[in-house]
């Protein structure tokens, strides 16, 4: 299920830090547990927040584009797509021609976008499978750009926190992006007081069937394992992880790897923001601020960014 490349960081990543990247967990059959958790959560929490927000503030973010009559909404780590509906339904009623570009490490998510697009909305759909992880994009926003179309990027669902570098990745997004793109970018925003309070949401089965679908993939067995979920204060993230209680054998590829008891495995991060630590990022990642908006209880926060440009 891995190409030779993610192989490699696959296991590099164990023998060099201890982790398992979460971003291989949408891969396969993976995306069927991301989309048990979405279904739970679509309800209520961020997913309603950001929603909200994109809803209120959508006509702002669109006019920053001036006259422009042609957008691709390009969708980063789209899940299933249905966070970016409202800008959708906006510029259908505005009638602006768009296209749908989701970009994600996973042709499953890919797929399960392209689905969920179609059902809604009549426009063309150009899935682009990459780890935007890993570099820049910016041959495919460059060649999106033909014919008088303008970019738009989303990176929505309070994804960056999932990531152990975040200046890397939206490195690479600033890095895809001229001038006149723009990237709105969504965050939950936490009061570290109380995190004991948030702790709780990443545990449960589909939280585990989620994160344990790599391990399970490469032989670590859940039932020899204890789950473990705590805060990182030093690093401001709640940390997900797997306490082997037998020696366990990790085979990746041609490659075996031994896991002693009493190892830990890192399964997944989220990093927690405030609003300042999060505006702090992107502009120390060379990002200006076009629009910033908050949900009432300031439980979320939603920046429409551009790349600053240097004089030379």
């Not at 399960?112 to 682009?128: D, G, P, Q």
């Not at 925003?189 to 109380?194: D, H, I, R, W």
């Not at 449960?204 to 990182?232: A, C, H, M, Q, R």
Request: aromatic share 10%; proline share 2%.
């Amino acid at each position: 299920m891995f190409n030779k490349r993610q192989e490699a960081e696959l296991i590099t990543s164990i023998q060099g830090r201890g982790e398992i990247p979460l971003k291989f967990a949408y891969l396969g059959d993976g995306y069927k547990n991301w989309e048990a958790i979405s279904k739970k959560r679509s309800a209520g929490g961020i997913n309603l927040s950001e929603n909200n927000l994109i809803k209120k503030r959508v006509k702002d973010f669109l006019e920053s584009f001036g006259e422009s009559k042609k957008i691709n909404v390009i969708d980063l780590g789209c899940g299933d797509g249905s966070p970016i509906f409202p800008i959708l339904d906006e510029l259908n009623r505005q009638k602006i021609e768009f296209r749908y570009i989701p970009l994600d490490i996973s042709q499953s998510m890919l797929d399960l976008a392209e689905k969920k697009i179609k059902s809604k909305f009549h426009c063309e759909i150009k899935k682009v499978l990459f780890d935007f992880e890993l570099g820049n994009f910016s041959d495919v926003t460059y060649d999106l750009k033909v014919n008088g179309y303008s970019n738009l990027m989303c990176f929505l669902g309070s994804t960056i926190g999932n990531f152990s570098d975040r200046n890397r990745v939206l490195t690479n997004m600033r890095d895809s992006m001229n001038s006149d793109d723009f990237l709105i970018i969504g965050v939950e925003m936490t009061n570290f007081s109380k995190i004991n309070k948030i702790i709780p949401h990443y545990s449960g089965n589909l939280v585990e069937n989620f994160l344990y679908y790599i391990p399970s993939k490469i032989g670590i067995n859940k039932k020899n394992t204890n789950y473990e979920v705590n805060w990182n204060d030093k690093e401001s993230q709640i940390e997900m992880w797997s306490l082997l209680k037998k020696d366990q054998i990790v085979k990746i590829g041609n490659e075996k790897i031994l896991l002693e008891s009493d190892e830990k495995v890192l399964l997944s991060r989220a990093v927690k923001f405030n609003e300042w630590t999060f505006t702090k990022l992107l502009s120390d990642v060379g990002f200006r601020t076009e629009i910033l908006t908050t949900s009432k209880d300031r439980g979320y926060v939603i920046s429409m960014v551009q790349p600053t440009r240097y004089s030379v």
